[in-house]
């Protein structure tokens, strides 16, 4: 027998594995993180499934709060991660009524079909479209910073094994 197979002279063997809570919460931010970064890409096929993966990642972070211990690492996570996405949901359903508002006022139904025509015709770098992504971006920074920030505080401590103090907090 080598001593690469003997588990009490093997340094890598000292480090205790993470248990099954730690394993799901850590999927449960990956699958998170992958759905956010696919919602970057421009592509509508891929838009929709990031929406679908979101929608069915926020289902199974319901299920496994319900059914997870109360004090358990796990619960604890999954408590933190439902009130993110519904202060998330809330600063993105603002800014889509910000921008809603600021194109409503702004401009007609007719200067839209122009913008479909000229968006077909791969000219993104009409002054109105310009306009259109700084609104998106202005609007819409506040909801993907939040979210960016709970998912990053988050995912580093469930990669420690390690609590959020005070998951119920908002903020």
């Known amino acids: 027998m080598s001593e ?3 588990p009490d ?4 063997h000292d480090k205790p594995a993470p248990n099954k809570d ?3 919460v850590t999927a449960v931010y990956g699958t998170l993180c992958a759905s956010f970064i696919l919602q970057l890409t421009p592509h509508a096929g891929v838009a929709l499934f990031s929406g ?5 990642t926020w289902g199974m972070i319901g299920f496994l709060r319900r059914h997870a211990d109360r004090e358990s690492l796990l619960a604890n ?14 600063l993105i359903f603002v800014a889509a009524a910000i921008g809603g508002y600021y194109i409503y006022t702004h401009y007609t139904f007719a200067q839209f079909g122009d913008l479909a025509s000229l968006m077909a015709a791969g000219d993104m770098e009409h002054p109105m479209i310009r306009e259109l992504k ?3 971006l202005a609007v819409g920074a506040p ?3 939040y979210i960016v920030y709970r998912l990053a505080k988050g995912l580093r401590r469930a990669m420690g094994g390690y609590r959020i103090a005070h998951p119920k907090n908002p903020f």
């Open 22 to 24: 730690q394993k799901t």
């Open 77 to 90: 996570h999954m408590n933190f991660l439902n009130i993110t996405l519904w202060v998330f949901s809330a």
């Open 52 to 56: 679908l993966l979101l929608l069915f």
């Open 9 to 12: 002279q093997n340094p890598k």
């Open 134 to 136: 700084n609104l998106t």
């Open 143 to 145: 909801g993907y910073l």
């Open 4 to 6: 690469i197979d003997i």
